[in-house]
């Protein structure tokens, strides 16, 4: 699969797989802005997906050593979006790191998302599953 990209700042790089191998591309700062209550971030590049195909923006393990976790937890790019990709961090208290300019911010991992119909009915089946943690019950816990 090929997906185009545009670089709409000169200092935007090309999402990059550290290996073959990975489904994540690193997205990489070229600017930040710091808000009064969360810092964001413009990778500078804008995609153009393939049809039926969505983005979607994730934070890098390293996150965990920052401080920071994306304020939407993933990002969805529908397939019509082709504005520069921007991530938005909430920090998590006085200590946090913030992530330079030029250091890798997230990753974009592109998948194809099936857009089903939605039918009304007067009831769906029921199941075993409640809530949230509804699977301890299950399980007897």
């Known amino acids: 699969m090929n997906v185009k990209f545009s670089k709409l700042h000169p200092k935007a790089t090309m999402p990059n797989r550290a290996n073959p191998t990975d489904f994540g591309a690193d997205l990489t700062a070229i600017s930040l802005f710091i808000g009064d209550d969360y810092i964001e971030y413009d990778t500078g590049i804008a995609i153009e997906l393939p049809e039926g195909h969505a983005g979607l923006i994730m934070p890098r393990s390293s996150v965990s050593k920052y401080g920071l976790v994306l304020a939407n937890s993933i990002g969805l790019i529908d397939q019509t979006y082709r ?3 921007k991530l938005r961090f909430k920090v998590l208290n006085d200590s946090a790191k913030i992530y ?3 250091d890798k911010i997230g990753q974009l991992v ?5 857009t089903p119909s939605f039918e009304e009915v007067g009831s769906v089946k029921q199941t075993d599953r409640g809530g949230f943690g509804s699977t301890d019950l ?3 816990d």
């Open 100 to 102: 330079d300019i030029g």
């Open 110 to 114: 592109i998948l194809p998302i099936p």
């Open 83 to 85: 504005q520069s990709l």
């Open 138 to 140: 299950i399980k007897g």
